[in-house]
């Protein structure tokens, strides 16, 4: 999924900038745990919950992007 891959980019780049390492860590935790979500919610067909658990990953990611 290309959220997934702008992930892994975000987190390479920032740890490569030495981002706060502590930050980094809960964003990708909170990344990871979205991500979990979205799988349930895709499983339960809860189309809405599925939006709105993409869009906090995503937030995830823009914001170790932020990081930097």
Do not use: E, H, K, M
Not at 52 to 64: K, N, P, Q, R
Request: glycine letters at 2%; hydrophobic letters at 65%; one cysteine or more.
């Amino acid at each position: 999924c290309s959220s997934d891959l702008l992930f892994f980019a975000a987190v390479i780049i920032a740890s490569i900038a030495n981002a706060p390492q502590a930050r980094l860590d809960l964003l990708a935790i909170g990344f990871v745990v979205f991500r979990i979500a979205y799988l349930v919610s895709y499983v339960a067909n809860w189309s809405t919950v599925r939006s709105v658990v993409w869009l906090l990953g995503l937030a995830c990611v823009i914001t170790i992007f932020f990081q930097i």
